[in-house]
Nanobody, 115 residues
Framework: QVQLVESGGGLVQPGGSLRLSCEAS????????LAWGRQAPGKERALVAT???????GYSETVKGRFTIDRDNAKNIVYLQMNSLQIEDTGIYYC?????????WGQGTQVTVSS
C-alpha cells in the first residue's frame, strides 16, 4: 500500500509563502504523474499542479505564476512552493501519485490564508 504524507501547511498572511512537502513510501522515480490537489471550503477537490515522469509541469489558471511543483526522486518527495498566497488559496492540499498500478491520495495538509 502506497502512503503519501503531506507536511508544511499552516496559517499565513496574504502575500506570504509556504512550501508543502509530500513524502512517498514508494519510489517516485517511475511515477507517471505526481500532483497537488486542493479542496477549498464548500468545493470539490481539484488538481492545481502536476509534474510528469519527464518533469513536464502544469498548473491551474488560479495558481499559474505563483505556485511551483517539483520532485526529488532521490528522496521520494514532491514539493509545492506557494508564493503570493491569496485568501482564495485556503483549503486542504492533497498529494497525488499515479503509477501503472493505480493512483493514490495523501491525507492532506491544511493551508489557511488570512490576515
Amino acid at each position: 500500500q502506497v502512503q503519501l504524507v503531506e507536511s508544511g501547511g499552516g496559517l499565513v498572511q496574504p502575500g506570504g509563502s509556504l512550501r508543502l512537502s509530500c513524502e512517498a513510501s514508494t519510489n517516485i522515480a517511475n511515477a507517471d504523474v505526481l500532483a497537488w490537489g486542493r479542496q477549498a471550503p464548500g468545493k470539490e477537490r481539484a488538481l492545481v499542479a502536476t509534474i510528469s515522469y519527464g518533469r513536464d509541469t502544469g498548473y491551474s489558471e488560479t495558481v499559474k505564476g505563483r505556485f511551483t511543483i517539483d520532485r526529488d526522486n532521490a528522496k521520494n518527495i514532491v514539493y509545492l512552493q506557494m508564493n503570493s498566497l491569496q485568501i482564495e488559496d485556503t483549503g486542504i492540499y492533497y498529494c497525488y501519485l499515479q503509477t501503472t498500478r493505480g493512483f493514490y491520495w495523501g491525507q492532506g495538509t491544511q493551508v489557511t490564508v488570512s490576515s
